[in-house]
């Protein structure tokens, strides 16, 4: 079974830094899309990043510049690295996977999700 364990959220000031890690199990890491939604109180679900399997990435527009995905196929793990936070990324970030390579963001499978919170 596919398993995505994350972990590295919590309570950052604004304008620090963060780093979300998904560990991820099964074989569904190898040769397919993963990435990272949010979702605020009372907003709707948002895609935040994601990576293929051959490195491309898209940002959503509110994060660009600010946030940065990457991949390590060795220890089978994606990563958020988040600069420059702002109180408006305060949300419930969730690692997906994806069956297919592609930016899209199908949210095949989810991680548990992990809070991130920015104090201004």
């Known amino acids: 079974q596919v398993q995505l364990v994350e972990s590295g959220g919590g309570l950052v000031q604004a304008g620090g830094s963060l780093r979300l890690s998904c560990a991820a199990s099964g074989s569904i890491f190898r040769g397919n899309a993963m990435g990272w939604y949010r979702q605020a109180p009372g907003k709707q679900r948002e895609l935040v990043a994601v990576?293929?399997?051959?490195?491309?990435?898209s940002y959503a527009d509110s994060v660009k510049g600010r946030f940065t995905i990457s991949r390590d196929n060795i220890v089978n793990t994606v990563y958020l690295q988040m600069n420059s936070l702002k109180p408006e990324d305060t949300a419930v970030y969730y690692c997906?996977?994806?069956?297919?390579?592609?930016?899209?963001?199908?949210?095949?499978?989810w991680g548990q999700g992990t809070q991130v919170t920015v104090s201004s």
């Open positions: 997906y996977a994806d069956r297919r390579d592609s930016t899209y963001g199908f949210g095949d499978y």
């Open positions: 990576i293929t399997s051959g490195g491309r990435t």
